[in-house]
């Protein structure tokens, strides 16, 4: 029996957001029942759900975060840095997802620097409107971006020619219609490859087998909410309903001729895709090649990177990380129910290429006529002005007649992420040259001894060789999870001095990651 209120999804919509101080959308509370987080109920057919389940779990994921946060972190933490209160959509605002990118900060952190606000926190201004700012690890490029909100000039530089891309990518102007005139041209002739074979009549018989049978052993969203209360064992039942699909799907295989795997495997492209997906990458790749006006080419370029990462032939659990190469169906962890590779890119071709435009629109209405560049070389040793002048010499000009007022970067982490390795997809079908031995702090070194000490003389590298084009009164902001004590010795060898540190918590890293994590942003003066 139950003592507590029902609610419908609006109501229970409502509640929350009451509740918790901010907004909660229906399509919160959908996810929550979807995904089991709180039992459904049904009154004649409309969708309920138990008052005191929902404050139940929002007390146990949101309720004395701050302070459990602080416990396990130290009380000075700044929880204001946390951005608790933007959603997703908002950190991941127009041109900052138009690519997947590991280690990347929100929007909302260099924005924050990087304004003209005070607080009883950040208690001076260090850039106004007019200012360049510089990125020398600039990733995915977020600094850039934001700088040209704020009416700053940016100069980034990454060691990755992939990351320079993406980069550049997001800033630079477009012919909208150009963009729209050449993708629509592109998926016609994907259309026309795709209706050219088999491929779209064995999806769908899968798809309805599939659906009879998820329907039977997977019942949505029961079996999750029993699994998160223990009543099944999800290994076990799992593995069973995976190897009594498993002969349905071999036999739509061979019915309709499909070919899983690519005859050769000597890279990552021949590895990681199945062989019908391979050939619809090749044509759209070869149609890109074709396109006359070069910001077009590259922008569609991008969104071809991006529909590829999510078209390797792995589970949906294991897109980030990377295990072994799945062409059969599998029982999905993070569904809860059996899935099945994909079979083409189409599905997500269509939808990054309508993100990607709206994406792009949002950001024209936003920018300012500022200057941003991303320089592809080392930035121990880049020469940026001499870089700059050779690609951009309206840029170099105006970094000759100012200096660059600071720097807001996030330096690679020891032993964390290989950078050139995330993108492996795109070096392979791109054909850039990779450059992992000029990582600083990359995954495959380790976090030993030796790779703090390299890792420490290469991030003071950095600061030693762009501080020759700094202002005198400069300002420069690192962003680290400093675990290992690297940055006083870093600022040492820069001959720099730590004039403050600004402690912020780092919150929904991953869904599989819960544990308090922070990170500094430590601010570094001439010493």
């Known amino acids: 029996m139950i003592h507590s209120p029902l609610l419908s999804i609006k109501e229970a919509s409502q509640w929350a957001t009451a509740y918790l101080g901010k907004n909660i959308s229906t399509s919160n509370i959908s996810y929550l029942i979807q995904y089991g987080r709180v039992k459904k109920y049904s009154d004649n057919g409309s969708t309920q759900i138990a008052q005191t389940d929902l404050q139940t779990y929002y007390d146990q994921h949101y309720n004395n975060r701050e302070s459990q946060f602080k416990q396990h972190l130290g009380e000075d933490l700044n929880w204001a840095l946390s951005f608790e209160q933007y959603k997703e959509a908002e950190t991941t605002k127009h041109v900052h997802r138009l690519h997947p990118y590991k280690g990347k900060f929100i929007p909302q952190l260099v924005e924050y620097f990087l304004d003209s606000h005070t607080d009883h926190f950040k208690q001076q201004v260090y850039f106004h ?20 909100e704020l009416g700053i000039h940016a100069v980034g530089i990454d060691v990755s020619a992939f990351n320079a891309l993406l980069a550049n990518g997001k800033v630079a102007h477009y012919d909208i219609a150009d963009i729209d005139t050449e993708l629509r041209r592109i998926t016609q002739k994907l259309e026309a490859f795709i209706a050219s074979t088999n491929i779209t009549a064995f999806e769908q018989a899968l798809l309805n087998e599939l659906y009879q049978f998820n329907l039977q052993y997977f019942p949505v969203p029961d079996y999750k909410y029993r699994i998160r209360r223990k009543e099944i064992a999800e290994k076990s039942y799992a593995a069973e309903q995976e190897a009594r699909f498993l002969p349905i799907y071999q036999n739509l295989v061979a019915q309709f001729q499909i070919q899983l795997r690519q005859t050769t495997d000597n890279g990552f ?101 500022t200057s941003q560049y991303c320089l592809t ?53 791109f054909g850039f040259p990779r450059r992992d031995d000029l990582e600083i702090g990359p995954l495959f ?20 060789n762009c501080k020759r084009f700094l202002a005198d009164d400069y300002h420069v902001f690192l962003v680290a999870n400093d675990k290992y004590g690297l940055y006083p010795s870093i600022a040492e060898q820069a001959g720099m001095t730590i004039a403050e540190q600004f402690h912020r918590p780092v919150l929904n890293r991953t869904e599989k990651d819960k544990n308090a994590y922070s990170e500094t942003i430590f601010y570094l003066r001439e010493r």
């Open 377 to 429: 070389g080392d930035s121990r040793q880049i020469d940026i002005a001499a870089a700059m002048q050779a690609i951009q010499p309206d840029f170099a000009a105006l970094l000759q007649q100012q200096k660059i007022q600071g720097i807001f970067s996030s330096p690679p982490y020891v032993g964390l992420i290989d950078y050139h390795e995330q993108h492996a997809y795109a070096y392979d079908l």
């Open 445 to 464: 070194k380790g976090q030993g001894k030796e790779a703090q000490a390299s890792y420490v003389t290469g991030i003071a590298a950095v600061l030693n």
């Open 269 to 369: 492209l021949d590895k990681w895709y199945t062989a019908h997906i391979r050939q619809e990458i090749e044509l759209v790749f070869a149609e890109i090649q074709s396109i006359r006006k070069p910001s077009t080419r590259n922008i569609i370029s991008l969104i071809l990177s991006r529909t590829i990462r999510s078209c390797r032939a792995t589970t949906h659990a294991d897109l980030a990380t990377l295990l072994e190469p799945v062409t059969t169906t599998y029982y999905c962890k993070k569904h809860g129910k059996i899935c099945k590779p994909l079979f083409s890119i189409l599905k997500w071709w269509n939808s990054y290429r309508k993100d990607s435009i709206k994406r792009l629109q949002q950001f024209a209405h936003l920018r300012t006529n």
């Open 129 to 148: 409107k007019g200012d360049i700012v510089l990125d020398p690890f600039s990733g995915s490029g977020t600094t850039m971006i934001q700088a040209n």
